[in-house]
């Protein structure tokens, strides 16, 4: 199994940055790509951005040349640096990894807690 804990998220003025983390354990080997994904009220919950384990990135049209995503292999984590933050970017940021399960060739997904991001006008 893998665990996935975000932290870094809080409230921020318009303009402002953040930056989350998420930290991964237990079985982290079997983790290919990460990513994170938020959800508004009222809205559905979508894509931020994606890395895979071997660094390519994607990101939403929305975030992208004011985030950034990047990936620590050796510490088992995954960051999203956020800078010129915009209120409509207040959500509740999810931290996403997939793989397969261990031993295994089926595939899994793990989610972490999520964390709050408020952006104040």
């Known amino acids: 199994q893998v665990q996935l804990v975000e932290s870094g998220g809080g409230l921020v003025q318009a303009g402002g940055s953040l930056r989350l983390s998420c930290a991964a354990s237990?079985?982290?080997?079997?983790?290919?790509?990460m990513g994170w994904y938020r959800q508004a009220p009222g809205k559905q919950r979508e894509l931020v951005a994606t890395?895979?384990?071997?660094?390519?990135?994607n990101s939403a049209n929305s975030v992208k040349g004011r985030f950034t995503i990047s990936r620590d292999n050796a510490k088992n984590m995954v960051y999203l640096q956020m800078n010129s933050l915009k209120p409509e970017d207040t959500a509740v940021y999810y931290c996403?990894?997939?793989?397969?399960?261990?031993?295994?060739?089926?595939?899994?997904?793990?989610w972490g807690q999520g964390t709050q991001v408020t952006v104040s006008s």
């Open positions: 996403n990894a997939d793989g397969y399960v261990p031993g295994t060739f089926i595939k899994t997904n793990y």
């Open positions: 237990g079985s982290v080997f079997s983790i290919n790509t």
């Open positions: 890395i895979t384990s071997g660094g390519s990135t």
